[in-house]
């Protein structure tokens, strides 16, 4: 089991910076990759981006690419999500999630294992 816990989020106006944190706690050590999604009510779960656990490559969704950075703190399990020049299309409610079975389709939600409860972002105009 990996336990996933989101914190960061809040309410922020357009162009500002927020910064989320995803500790993972149990097996960590059987993490592959976090990736970031984000989900609005109504629509379906959107990938944000990804970091492999071991060689920390990133990858992200173009909607985020150049304002978004994910970054990893392997002595304490977390990873990051900095968000820059947030749009109030940026809002929503972010999750993390951990792929623990080595897949490659990290864009897709069905990849992870493991989600976090959500944490909310605002973005207001």
């Known amino acids: 089991q990996v336990h996933l816990e989101e914190s960061g989020g809040g309410l922020v106006q357009a162009g500002g910076s927020l910064r989320l944190s995803c500790s993972a706690g149990?097996?960590?050590?059987?993490?592959?990759?976090m990736g970031w999604f984000r989900q609005v009510p109504g629509k379906e779960r959107e990938y944000v981006g990804v970091?492999?656990?071991?060689?920390?490559?990133?990858y992200y969704a173009d909607s985020v690419k150049g304002r978004f950075t994910i970054s990893k703190d392997n002595a304490k399990n977390t990873v990051y999500l900095q968000m820059n020049s947030l749009k109030p299309e940026d809002t929503a409610v972010y999750f993390c999630?951990?792929?623990?079975?080595?897949?490659?389709?990290?864009?897709?939600?069905?990849?992870?294992?493991?989600w976090g409860q959500g944490t909310q972002v605002t973005v207001s105009s």
């Open positions: 149990g097996r960590a050590f059987s993490i592959h990759a």
């Open positions: 999630a951990a792929d623990t079975t080595g897949g490659s389709s990290w864009f897709r939600a069905s990849a992870y294992d493991y």
């Open positions: 970091i492999n656990w071991s060689a920390g490559l990133t």
